[in-house]
């Protein structure tokens, strides 16, 4: 029988619900100096946890997974940032309310069965890159429950990706219309034109369809910096740039040999009890 198991990009569904929870008393006269009340705080965390464990029952529900797991990034800046210190510069951290919130919300996930899985040194995204491709070299089926594009070139037969806020695939298809180039050309097309959602460079002068034209001309980054018939202008921006691509190509690929303390059977889903056992919730830590 073949395994389908549905993997969640745990922070990405969290903090998105938790913005939606807490959008409605920002907006209202209820924020106090730049910040919730107390009180006012604990109701949006509390919805905040409810709406967690009711997204994930209804996607456990609709993709019919055999396995589950949620997955964690590290509470430490993981090695792209050793790599590479402005990595995701700017971006707006986590709430301190809702990061002391988080085991809570993994109890929750743990009455559906679901438990999580945290590393002390990878971004969610190796871990669950990892687990895909392991699954999808035995032939199981993997479904990653995300909105973060950076999956998109794990794609495969056996590898979809699916965004639950808006109940849809992130395909082939969504891919060429975005990016115009094959799931297996993003990593080289982001080489070329930086990723700007996590503060990556990319080569200057050189833009998504400059970038996605020479793909789909010559198939591959590798092909182009190659071929001596590229245009002058466009060669020296690549010869310029070399430095550069090497570290933005290490910054986006996600790695997929992280060394897995659990087997398959650990995380297999099991028929939820009408009133569940409450039990705290001891994530895996790798």
């Known amino acids: 029988m073949v395994a389908h198991l549905v993997l969640i990009d745990a922070l990405n569904?969290?903090?998105?619900?938790?913005?939606?929870?807490?959008?409605?008393?920002i907006q209202s006269k209820v924020q106090l100096e730049g910040e919730l009340a107390k009180k006012t705080q604990q109701q949006v965390l509390f919805n905040t946890?409810?709406?967690?464990?009711?997204?994930?029952?209804?996607?456990?529900?609709?993709?019919?997974?055999?396995?589950?797991?949620?997955?964690?990034?590290?509470?430490?800046?993981?090695?792209?940032?050793?790599?590479?210190p402005d990595y995701k510069k700017g971006r707006k951290k986590m709430s301190p309310h809702l990061?002391?919130?988080?085991?809570?919300?993994?109890?929750?996930?743990?009455?559906?069965?679901?438990?999580?899985l945290v590393s002390e040194e990878d971004e969610a995204d190796d871990l669950i890159a990892t687990l895909a491709t392991k699954m999808a070299l035995h032939g199981q089926n993997v479904t990653i429950i995300s909105t973060d594009k950076g999956f998109l070139s794990l794609l495969s037969p056996n590898i979809q990706v699916?965004?639950?806020?808006?109940r849809r695939y992130l395909d082939k298809k969504y891919v060429n219309d975005k990016f115009d180039v094959k799931p297996t050309q993003l990593i080289d097309l982001w080489t070329l034109t930086g990723d700007s959602t996590n503060k990556i460079p990319g080569v200057a002068g050189i833009g998504q369809i400059t970038a996605?034209?020479?793909l789909n001309e010559h198939g591959s980054l590798s092909a182009i910096l190659k071929n001596d018939n590229i245009k002058t202008a466009i060669k020296e921006?690549?010869?310029?740039?070399?430095?550069?691509?090497?570290?933005?190509?290490?910054?986006?690929?996600?790695?997929?040999?992280?060394?897995?303390?659990?087997?398959?059977?650990?995380?297999?889903?099991?028929p939820i009890p009408e009133q569940p056992k409450v039990t705290q919730n001891h994530p895996l830590v790798l």
């Open 212 to 214: 996605a034209s020479l």
């Open 49 to 84: 946890q409810q709406a967690c464990a009711k997204a994930l029952g209804n996607i456990l529900k609709h993709l019919q997974a055999s396995h589950a797991l949620a997955v964690f990034d590290s509470q430490q800046p993981c090695w792209r940032y050793q790599l590479y």
């Open 162 to 166: 699916y965004d639950h806020f808006n």
């Open 99 to 116: 990061s002391k919130t988080l085991p809570d919300i993994q109890d929750a996930f743990l009455q559906l069965g679901v438990d999580s």
């Open 13 to 25: 569904l969290i903090r998105r619900i938790y913005a939606v929870q807490e959008r409605p008393f």
């Open 237 to 270: 921006k690549l010869n310029n740039g070399e430095e550069q691509m090497t570290l933005s190509r290490k910054l986006l690929s996600l790695k997929q040999d992280i060394p897995l303390g659990f087997n398959l059977k650990d995380i297999r889903l099991e």
